[in-house]
């Protein structure tokens, strides 16, 4: 069994690749859930892996609050000298109402945009009960993740789901893991397909871009499942509601978080006929990859002007050999949907 550690802005993707990875008993060992921030803050993402958790039964796996807010550009060793104001008109560009006075060292609030998104409980208005655990200390994701990753090497594989903040962290303080053989298969980012917060960026990406670009430059070696493969993956109102039948607490929460995020993709994305199951997806290509075919890239992250979010091929590595992300290109999507049910419906018995 891998040993799994999930990075998550927990959100309904989010809650539902938690429960992949429960069900997943035969071939992920959850060590650990790390919080960081995107669709809820971080307090928040870590309150609601907690609840999940408890719902599910699983009171024993650990949950760890992790960077709270985007890592200022100068923070990173190589990143370029961008400034916070220069940060704050961009971010005012790309969201309505701007962000211009958003201070770089206070924690993170989620935008308006994410919180019609997921609701402002993150898991669609589903009331869940909170653990009668507490997360472990504050800022305490980061050394969790080096640890674990100093003492497993290959046998671990990280799948981050939120701003990418967490995980540059952990390369820049520990660049000795680059050549560990960690995995880190993470969710985000688009090779074709638009964004989903702006023409160019998918959110996860957007949240931290100079963290997601350090990210793929720094030497790390990652697997990036992006929007366009998510997107493939669409979760109907009559699949999601077999889980009805489970007669569950587990079940009914399952349904009642889709209800509204399918009700949500219905409004806004009608096309895909459900909603997508981006983070469950980044689980499983975790678990297997074999699921999605990949071709290799060295990507960037565009920070400037319009195209500021946007994952793309590194011009100053085009011809280097070595290419060090993993892009998803395609998924087996009859294959992973039925595994996703079997897994999620499977967690959610008990
Ligand atoms: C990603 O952004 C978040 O809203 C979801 O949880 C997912 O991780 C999709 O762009
Ligand atoms: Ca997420």
Same mark, same amino acid.
């Given at each position: 069994?891998?040993?799994?550690?999930?990075?998550?802005?927990?959100g309904?993707?989010d %809650?539902?690749?938690? +429960?992949?990875?429960?069900?997943?008993?035969?071939e992920?060992d959850?060590?650990?859930i790390?919080a960081?921030y995107?669709?809820v803050?971080?307090?928040?993402?870590?309150?609601?892996?907690l609840?999940v958790?408890?719902?599910?039964?699983?009171?024993?796996?650990?949950v760890? /609050?992790?960077?709270d807010?985007?890592?200022?550009p100068?923070?990173?060793p *190589?990143? &370029?000298p961008? $400034?916070?104001?220069w940060r704050?008109?961009?971010?005012?560009?790309w969201r309505?109402?701007?962000r211009?006075?958003?201070?770089?060292?206070?924690?993170?609030v989620?935008s308006?945009?994410?919180?019609a998104?997921?609701?402002?409980?993150g898991? &669609?208005?589903?009331?869940?009960?909170?653990?009668?655990?507490a997360?472990?200390?504050?800022?305490s994701?980061?050394?969790?993740?080096?640890?674990?990753a100093r003492?497993?090497g290959?046998?671990? $594989?990280?799948? /981050?789901?939120g701003?990418m903040t967490?995980?540059?962290?952990?390369?820049r #303080?520990a660049?000795?893991?680059?050549?560990? &053989?960690v995995?880190?298969?993470l @969710?985000? *980012?688009?090779?074709?397909l /638009?964004?989903?917060?702006?023409?160019?960026?998918?959110?996860?990406?957007?949240?931290?871009p100079?963290a +997601?670009?350090?990210l793929?430059?720094?030497? %790390?070696?990652? $697997?990036m499942?992006?929007?366009d493969?998510?997107h493939?993956?669409?979760?109907t109102r009559e699949?999601?509601?077999?889980?009805?039948?489970?007669g569950?607490?587990?079940?009914?929460?399952l349904? %009642?978080m889709t209800d509204?995020?399918? #009700?949500?993709?219905?409004?806004?994305?009608?096309e895909?006929?459900g909603?997508g199951?981006h983070?469950?997806?980044?689980?499983a290509?975790a678990? #297997?990859p074999?699921l999605?075919t990949?071709f290799?890239f060295?990507?960037?992250?565009?920070?400037?002007? +319009?195209f500021?979010?946007? $994952?793309?091929?590194d011009?100053?590595?085009l011809?280097?050999?070595d290419?060090?992300?993993?892009?998803?290109?395609?998924?087996?999507? /009859?294959?992973f949907?039925?595994?996703? @049910?079997?897994r999620?419906?499977? +967690?959610?018995s008990?």
């Amino acid at each position: 069994r891998r040993k799994l550690i999930l990075d998550l802005d927990t959100g309904i993707d989010d %809650a539902m690749a938690i +429960a992949y990875a429960l069900g997943s008993v035969d071939e992920a060992d959850l060590i650990g859930i790390t919080a960081t921030y995107g669709n809820v803050a971080v307090p928040l993402a870590a309150r609601n892996a907690l609840a999940v958790l408890h719902l599910f039964g699983r009171d024993d796996v650990p949950v760890y /609050p992790g960077v709270d807010h985007p890592i200022a550009p100068a923070e990173l060793p *190589g990143a &370029g000298p961008t $400034t916070v104001q220069w940060r704050a008109a961009a971010y005012g560009d790309w969201r309505a109402g701007g962000r211009g006075s958003w201070p770089v060292d206070a924690m993170w609030v989620p935008s308006p945009g994410s919180v019609a998104v997921h609701h402002p409980n993150g898991v &669609g208005g589903a009331v869940i009960p909170d653990s009668p655990r507490a997360p472990e200390a504050p800022g305490s994701a980061v050394g969790f993740i080096i640890d674990a990753a100093r003492e497993y090497g290959p046998d671990l $594989t990280i799948v /981050p789901t939120g701003a990418m903040t967490t995980m540059a962290t952990v390369f820049r #303080d520990a660049p000795d893991l680059m050549d560990s &053989g960690v995995n880190v298969t993470l @969710m985000g *980012g688009a090779l074709t397909l /638009p964004g989903n917060v702006s023409p160019a960026a998918e959110a996860n990406i957007s949240q931290d871009p100079e963290a +997601a670009d350090w990210l793929f430059r720094c030497g %790390a070696r990652t $697997t990036m499942i992006g929007l366009d493969v998510t997107h493939q993956t669409a979760l109907t109102r009559e699949k999601a509601h077999e889980w009805a039948s489970l007669g569950t607490p587990a079940g009914d929460f399952l349904v %009642a978080m889709t209800d509204y995020y399918i #009700d949500f993709y219905l409004k806004n994305q009608p096309e895909i006929h459900g909603c997508g199951l981006h983070d469950p997806l980044a689980v499983a290509a975790a678990l #297997d990859p074999g699921l999605v075919t990949t071709f290799g890239f060295n990507l960037q992250v565009d920070l400037e002007g +319009a195209f500021r979010g946007r $994952t793309i091929g590194d011009r100053s590595r085009l011809q280097d050999a070595d290419k060090h992300t993993q892009v998803a290109l395609g998924v087996d999507v /009859p294959r992973f949907l039925d595994r996703f @049910m079997t897994r999620v419906t499977n +967690a959610a018995s008990a």
